[in-house]
């Protein structure tokens, strides 16, 4: 449904986007994970035909985009990280605006605007004006605003930001619903939590690069199944921690002052205490991690998500 | 601390080049309009005024040519030849202000009946221009032809009434009486070019509904292009660029509106001025909508030009005051044009303000017919044409470009 391949933007000396590929199939949610400033958005905004790219190509529905860039609009629909409505409208007519600059007739645009309003839950406020709306419902409007003209693709570009925690689970529904009606979606986020629950691919991006792309499991896989043992030192002396890392026989990584091992905590954290024992070095906390993405968003980039 | 809080504020301040522009570039353009304005340029002596008026020379006698040569000579008089229906025509439009006529029998009337038989014909939208002409033209001459005249016609006088009277008593008489200018013989007619009635209508109330119309006009038209700004800011703008249509649509789309609006606000600044002031706006009404549609499609045409050419709100804030203030003061918004210096009439065709006052003078004051008044048209309409052409690249440069 989806093909980008060596996709690349730059914006002056600054490569916001370097050689991405990646496919997506019919159906399927694909999560862009990564830190702010990674490349997303400027992804997004060049699958949905505002930016052009250096070089690379799209084609959306094996379509080309930027040569048949009208045809191609038609199927997707895009809804951007800002809440991109009309303040002084009611929601009833910010749809109404936006569903009629695609053509849709009136009488079918009345009712796809009260079926759209019943599925996210506002059709009781659709009189009020946006500016009367929480964030939460604004970006439940946001999303229907790029529905109305029944897209193939819908991408959803950090739909979440912002919002409580309640709304945030009614947005996680409107997606889970979406896809279930046979919707490609491309989902960016930098909350682990949200690919986790909804994405059936995600690919790990940093620094405008795809670092890692597979599904939850197969990411996984990429630091192994050894569960992690996570050592916080109750010393700041960087030099022993690192000769704590040298000298250990396992994989381990240093963050701040943590030390992350990968090995069996019924079999090997006898051998790793006497190590650290042996440098003096004094254990404030001890914590057992199973590998998760946030695991493997460290090992493909050495850095923490929220870093 | 407040020291502290000055050098912030300051600095913030000195950062933002536009806003020092502003803070004292917008006032020095001002103060230095209306200084030409107004005539005044500091200690320095001003130089007389110079005025430019047509002449007609129907008597075509040596004596009438003398006295156009010796009027080509004063400092501060440029006269243009035209024969009288074309002078009159120019000044009927606007575009002249008075016609000095050296009538038939000019030579003779010096000669046998003293009269000095000139007309000159004006703008009486320029009445105040026109008088200091008619006092420059008196003055003039009153010190070459009047002596002259009056010299003949004491002569006549005494040698008709006292046939015997010695030459040299006769020629001391001639010589007293002419020396004295109290009693000047020259009478030059005054007559406007405008239809009897129309010079019963209040030029005052005209200028003052057009002026500020006009500048308002532009005022409003630059804050509905600016949405297009603030649609940009907000995110709707990015909305409507996922829609499967062209950009430019979007800033037709804009100008669409921004023309609407300005039909509908000059139509009901009309209508009050016609309801509150009595100005009586239906002396011809298919003029007047064509007019009040040209005026609003060069308005418009500047206010998407305006909105494209800047980046942000603030920005759009700034040089539109910038530009709507400087073009309404030297199109003759703020000061009408007549009390301006001749060079400051001749820039006022840069403004978008001065076609649409003079458009609305032609219907208004002058009465001119549509043929008459579609030049003015055509060029308010070249205007929206024009910026609406320019605002095409450079809406693609610093608005679509997100």
């Given at each position: 449904m989806i093909k980008v391949d060596q996709l690349t933007k730059s914006f002056g000396k600054i490569k916001a986007v370097n050689g991405i590929s990646f496919n997506i199939n019919k159906g399927e949610i694909y999560g862009l994970l990564g830190p702010n400033g990674a490349g997303k958005s400027t992804t997004i905004n060049m699958l949905s035909s505002l930016f052009k790219p250096d070089?690379?190509?799209?084609?959306?529905?094996?379509?080309?985009?930027?040569?048949?860039?009208?045809?191609?609009?038609?199927?997707?629909?895009?809804?951007?990280?800002?809440?991109?409505?009309?303040?002084?409208?009611?929601?009833?007519?910010?749809?109404?605006?936006?569903?009629k600059i695609y053509g849709i007739p009136t009488k079918k645009l009345k009712n796809k605007i009260h079926d759209l309003l019943e599925f996210i839950g506002l059709s009781g406020r659709k009189k009020d004006a946006i500016k009367t709306y929480s964030g939460g419902m604004k970006r439940r409007i946001n999303i229907a605003a790029a529905l109305l003209h029944e897209p193939k693709i819908l991408f959803l570009d950090e739909p979440t930001v912002g919002v409580d925690p309640q709304s945030r689970n009614r947005i996680f529904e409107i997606v889970?619903?979406?896809?279930?009606?046979?919707?490609?979606?491309?989902?960016?986020?930098?909350?682990?939590?949200?690919?986790?629950?909804?994405?059936?691919?995600?690919?790990?991006?940093?620094?405008?690069?795809?670092?890692?792309?597979?599904?939850?499991?197969?990411?996984?896989?990429?630091i192994g199944e050894?569960?992690?043992?996570?050592?916080?030192?109750?010393?700041?002396?960087?030099?022993?921690?690192?000769?704590?890392?040298?000298?250990?026989?396992?994989?381990?990584?240093?963050?701040?002052?943590?030390?992350?091992?990968?090995?069996?905590?019924?079999?090997?954290?006898?051998?790793?205490?006497?190590?650290?024992?042996?440098?003096?070095?004094?254990?404030?906390?001890?914590?057992?991690?199973?590998?998760?993405?946030?695991?493997?968003?460290?090992?493909?980039?050495?850095k923490e998500l929220r870093d | 601390m407040l020291f502290t809080l000055f050098k912030k504020d300051m600095t913030l301040f000195l950062k933002d080049k536009k806003a020092v522009l502003l803070t004292f570039i917008l006032p020095i353009l001002l103060i230095t309009l209306f200084a030409f304005a107004f005539g005044g340029t500091g200690k320095k002596k001003s130089n007389p005024r110079t005025y430019t008026v047509l002449v007609?020379?129907?008597?075509?006698?040596?004596?009438?040519?003398?006295?156009?040569?010796?009027?080509?000579?004063?400092?501060?008089?440029?006269?243009?030849?035209?024969?009288?229906?074309?002078?009159?025509?120019?000044?009927?439009?606007?575009?002249?202000?008075?016609?000095?006529?050296?009538?038939?029998?000019?030579?003779?009337?010096?000669?046998k009946t003293h009269f000095f038989k000139t007309t000159l014909y004006f703008d009486a939208s320029r009445e105040i221009e026109t008088r200091m002409i008619y006092s420059f033209l008196m003055q003039h001459l009153s010190q070459n032809q009047g002596k002259e005249i009056l010299k003949n016609r004491v002569n006549s006088f005494v040698s008709n009434t006292f046939s015997g009277m010695p030459p040299k008593m006769k020629q001391n008489i001639i010589n007293t009486i002419s020396s004295e200018n109290n009693a000047s013989p020259i009478q030059i007619e005054m007559q406007s070019v405008?239809?009897?009635?129309?010079?019963?209508?209040?030029?005052?109330?005209?200028?003052?509904?057009?002026?500020?119309?006009?500048?308002?006009?532009?005022?409003?038209?630059?804050n509905i292009g600016g949405s297009l700004l603030d649609e940009k800011e907000n995110g709707t703008l990015k909305r409507l660029l996922y829609a499967p249509f062209k950009t430019t649509e979007i800033l037709f789309g804009k100008m669409l509106t921004a023309l609407s609006i300005s039909i509908a606000q000059l139509v009901v600044m009309f209508i009050?001025?016609?309801?509150?002031?009595?100005?009586?706006?239906?002396?011809?009404?298919?003029?007047?909508?064509?007019?009040i549609l040209c005026t609003a499609f060069a308005v418009a045409g500047f206010g998407i030009f305006l909105v494209s050419f800047v980046k942000t709100r603030q920005q759009l804030n700034g040089?539109?005051?910038?530009?709507?203030?400087?073009?309404?003061?030297?199109?003759?918004?703020?000061?009408?044009?007549?009390?301006?210096?001749?060079?400051?009439?001749?820039?006022?065709?840069?403004?978008?303000?001065?076609?649409?006052?003079?458009?609305?003078?032609?219907?208004?004051?002058?009465?001119?017919?549509?043929?008459?008044?579609?030049?003015?048209?055509?060029?308010?309409?070249?205007?929206?044409?024009?910026?609406?052409?320019?605002?095409?690249?450079?809406?693609?440069?610093?608005?679509?470009?997100?």
């Open positions: 070089s690379g190509t799209i084609h959306l529905n094996n379509t080309d985009l930027f040569s048949e860039t009208n045809s191609c609009k038609k199927i997707i629909g895009i809804v951007p990280q800002e809440i991109s409505l009309y303040d002084e409208l009611s929601a009833e007519e910010n749809l109404f605006f936006f569903g889970e619903r979406l896809k279930s009606e046979g919707l490609t979606i491309i989902y960016t986020t930098h909350y682990m939590e949200e690919v986790e629950r909804l994405c059936d691919r995600i690919a790990i991006i940093d620094e405008g690069k795809i670092v890692g792309q597979g599904t939850l499991e197969e990411l996984k896989k990429m050894k569960e992690i043992v996570e050592l916080d030192f109750a010393t700041s002396d960087k030099e022993k921690i690192e000769e704590l890392k040298t000298i250990l026989p396992f994989e381990a990584e240093i963050t701040n002052n943590k030390l992350a091992i990968k090995c069996d905590k019924n079999k090997d954290l006898k051998e790793v205490l006497n190590l650290v024992s042996k440098l003096n070095l004094s254990i404030a906390d001890i914590d057992f991690v199973a590998p998760n993405l946030e695991r493997v968003f460290l090992h493909l980039t050495g | 007609t020379d129907l008597d075509q006698s040596d004596s009438s040519k003398e006295t156009i040569k010796q009027l080509e000579n004063l400092k501060g008089l440029t006269l243009i030849n035209k024969n009288l229906q074309k002078g009159k025509d120019l000044v009927k439009k606007g575009e002249r202000l008075a016609l000095l006529v050296f009538e038939k029998g000019f030579s003779e009337g010096i000669k405008m239809k009897e009635k129309s010079t019963k209508e209040n030029i005052g109330l005209i200028q003052a509904v057009v002026g500020t119309a006009i500048m308002m006009l532009l005022f409003s038209i630059a009050f001025s016609w309801l509150a002031f009595g100005l009586n706006i239906f002396k011809d009404v298919p003029a007047l909508l064509l007019m040089f539109s005051s910038l530009i709507i203030l400087t073009m309404s003061a030297i199109g003759g918004s703020m000061i009408p044009l007549f009390i301006m210096p001749e060079f400051m009439q001749k820039m006022a065709v840069v403004s978008l303000n001065y076609w649409g006052i003079q458009g609305f003078y032609d219907i208004f004051w002058r009465e001119l017919s549509i043929i008459e008044i579609a030049p003015r048209m055509l060029v308010l309409l070249g205007i929206g044409l024009v910026m609406t052409l320019i605002s095409i690249p450079l809406f693609k440069k610093n608005i679509i470009s997100l």
